[in-house]
């Protein structure tokens, strides 16, 4: 067994190269100057002892916005500390909370641990209502200026009741301002008109990032994590990084698969750090090329088998009938044999069946997600067009991930594992 402590390493503060870690924050987000200096005008007011405005933050997964959000928010509240400014902060992370009311205990028991300090009980058995006039009673006991952020508030889809009400309650003696954040574009453009509106005073959008900006985002998140790795001029991260360590592919090829990818900075910094803890557990002294292609096929598999896990059990079915295909060596089968084994398996355990056109949908998110990969072929002349699958991955992959669920698994075992001896 390898003992801890004396061992050579490329790494001299993981933190900084692992995006999931509460421990390190970046000071600054040059990537994001222009929706920094828009949450700076949302926010002036506060300084100036007036109400600062509601806010409606939007862009996809990954691109600095609560990171941006908490960077300017912490800014303001260090100035209001300095002036003599009584101000709050409050920060909600809806994540998970499916009803406006889960967000509303939340924000409660936030409230009133900036009044009483951690350890508040989240409420529970109230009406809305009473709920909402609780908040309200809340932000008037801390007084002051007070900032409500509710981080990815997209969770609570339809149910919109917090984001009507909260604008609208005009607490007495408060300047309240509400920052609601959401990953969800379409979240954005489903909201009520009068939401949108007051929610809405000002939208700042965060649109993706290229691979040039993941480029400089690497560098910095980089240069202080590995040994022997430096950026000359701040303004040009990249460009003036001097690395023992990483070889000169490494974080170009990092930046273009996570901009392939998605643009999502904290994919892309995942990637790099995958890449170095490979490089470093294999007790090597630099970052090569081929760290980084293991990396990302290792966080692929990652996360198409956590995709398979968690889908739900028409779609695991769907997919079933192909790895059956897949393992009895029947070739590119049509949609109307897959249904047929189908119905066949629904029958097995008990299951209620879907339509032959929903089952095909159920087959085409799988191909939009990867796990399968669709060809559409012509039948022959006047005769139209057929779609045939395959399996994108292993059919052991699939076998293995989708045992969870008591029903599926007796049917692995029952109809899938026998025909594979
Ligand atoms: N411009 C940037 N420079 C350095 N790190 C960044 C930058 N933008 C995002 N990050 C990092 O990427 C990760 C995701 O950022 P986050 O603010 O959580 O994204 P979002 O809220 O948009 O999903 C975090 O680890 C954050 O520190
Ligand atoms: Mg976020």
Request: hydrophobic content about 35%; proline content about 4%.
């Amino acid at each position: 067994m390898r003992s801890f402590g004396d061992e050579d390493s490329i790494f001299v503060d993981l933190d900084r190269l692992n995006p999931n870690t509460q421990t390190y924050q970046p000071d600054s987000l040059p990537e994001r100057e222009g929706e920094l200096n828009q949450l700076h005008s949302t926010l002036k007011p506060a300084a100036m002892g007036s109400t600062p405005l509601n806010a409606f933050v939007f862009g996809p997964t990954g691109q600095g916005k609560t990171v941006g959000v908490k960077l300017k928010t912490n800014q303001l509240q260090s100035f209001a500390n300095d002036n003599g400014l009584d101000l709050h902060v409050v920060h909600v992370r809806c994540k998970g909370m499916d009803k406006s009311y889960h967000v509303m205990t939340h924000l409660l028991k936030a409230l009133r641990e900036k009044r009483y300090g951690p350890g508040e009980e989240l409420p529970s058995g109230y009406q809305k209502k009473t709920l909402l006039s609780m908040i309200i009673d809340e932000l008037e006991a801390i007084g002051g200026t007070v900032i409500v952020i509710l981080d990815e508030i997209d969770a609570i889809g339809t149910d919109d009741y917090i984001l009507y009400e909260l604008p609208r309650a005009e607490p007495d003696d408060v300047r309240l301002s509400i920052i609601g954040i959401t990953n969800d574009l379409q979240f954005r453009e489903s909201l009520d008109a009068d939401v949108r509106s007051s929610l809405g005073e000002d939208e700042i959008e965060f649109a993706p990032y290229d691979a040039n900006q993941l480029r400089d985002i690497l560098a910095r998140r980089a240069a202080g994590a590995l040994r022997d790795t430096d950026i000359d001029d701040e303004d040009e991260p990249w460009q003036t990084l001097e690395s023992d360590v990483l070889t000169d592919d490494a974080i170009p090829l990092t930046s273009a698969l996570a901009a392939q990818d998605s643009g999502d900075a904290r994919e892309a910094i995942k990637l790099l750090f995958r890449a170095c803890r490979f490089a470093d557990d294999e007790g090597e002294s630099e970052v090569t090329e081929q760290h980084v292609r293991n990396a990302h096929e290792y966080l692929e598999r990652a996360a198409v088998e956590r995709g398979i896990k968690s889908l739900p059990l028409q779609r695991a079915l769907a997919l079933l009938t192909v790895t059956h295909a897949t393992v009895t060596g029947t070739k590119l089968p049509e949609t109307k044999d897959l249904y047929s084994l189908y119905e066949v398996f629904c029958e097995h355990i008990d299951a209620k069946d879907i339509s032959e056109r929903r089952f095909r949908d159920k087959l085409n998110d799988l191909a939009d997600s990867g796990i399968l990969a669709k060809t559409t072929k012509g039948r022959g002349q006047g005769l139209g067009k057929t779609n045939r699958y395959e399996l994108e991955i292993k059919a052991e992959t699939v076998l293995d991930n989708l045992a969870d669920e008591s029903r599926i698994k007796d049917l692995i075992q029952d109809l899938l594992r026998p025909k594979m001896e």
